[in-house]
Each structure stands twice: as C-alpha cells, then as structure tokens.
Nanobody
Framework: QVQLVESGGGLVQAGGSLRLSCAAS????????MGWFRQAPGKERQFVAR????????YYTNSVKGRFTISRDNAKNTVYLQMNSLKPEDTAVYYC?????????????????WGQGTQVTVSS
C-alpha cells in the first residue's frame, strides 16, 4: 500500500506559478511510476503528466507542454509539478497517482494509488 498526500495548491492570478508536491509513504517510492491528473468541476479526471521511476522519462498532455514540469526526488519520496504561466482553464483539483509500472500511460486505470487532491484556482 502507498499513501500519497498532495500539497501546494492555492489561488493564483493568471500568468502566475505554483509548485505542487506529493509525498509518498508506505512502500519503496522509487518502485513506482508517478503521474499527475486534474479534475475541473463537472468534468472527468484528466491526465496531466507522468514520470518514470528514475525520473529520466517524462510525458505531458499537450495543453501543459512548455508550462508544466514534473520531477521527483526519490530520496525525499516526493514528486513535484511545477506549473508556470497558469491559465484560468488550469483551475481544477490536482491529484497525484502511483503506478506499479515504470512508464504508466495516461489512462486512469493504469494507476494503483491516488492522493486526496489539492485545489488549484487561477483567476483571470
């Protein structure tokens, strides 16, 4: 079992930045590919980014490429999502997730463990 706790969300103006963190506990963190998802009100949960176990491979959904950066620190059991040039359409609850595979894809079903989410609100 892996427990995931997100933090770092908040209210920011358009064009601003936030860094989300997701702290993991319970199992060896470096055994898991990690992902970030988001869910806006009334919409389905959508893939944002994922990172491989070592951090050497990353993948992003098109709408955040060049603005968001996913990274991880296996010594700190933490995965991050640096979000720059934020837009109102980035407003959502952001979730981190852990997968038993090294290169998890964008499918929610590929992930085995989920955090409780952190709210990000971008004002125009």
């Amino acid at each position: 079992q892996v427990q995931l706790v997100e933090s770092g969300g908040g209210l920011v103006q358009a064009g601003g930045s936030l860094r989300l963190s997701c702290a993991a506990s319970g199992r060896t963190f470096s055994n898991y590919g990690m992902g970030w998802f988001r869910q806006a009100p009334g919409k389905e949960r959508q893939f944002v980014a994922r990172i491989s176990r070592s951090g050497s491979s990353t993948y992003y959904t098109n709408s955040v490429k060049g603005r968001f950066t996913i990274s991880r620190d296996n010594a700190k059991n933490t995965v991050y999502l640096q979000m720059n040039s934020l837009k109102p359409e980035d407003t959502a609850v952001y979730y981190c997730a852990a997968a038993n595979t090294n290169y998890p894809d964008s499918n929610l079903n590929s992930y085995n463990y989920w955090g409780q989410g952190t709210q990000v609100t971008v004002s125009s």
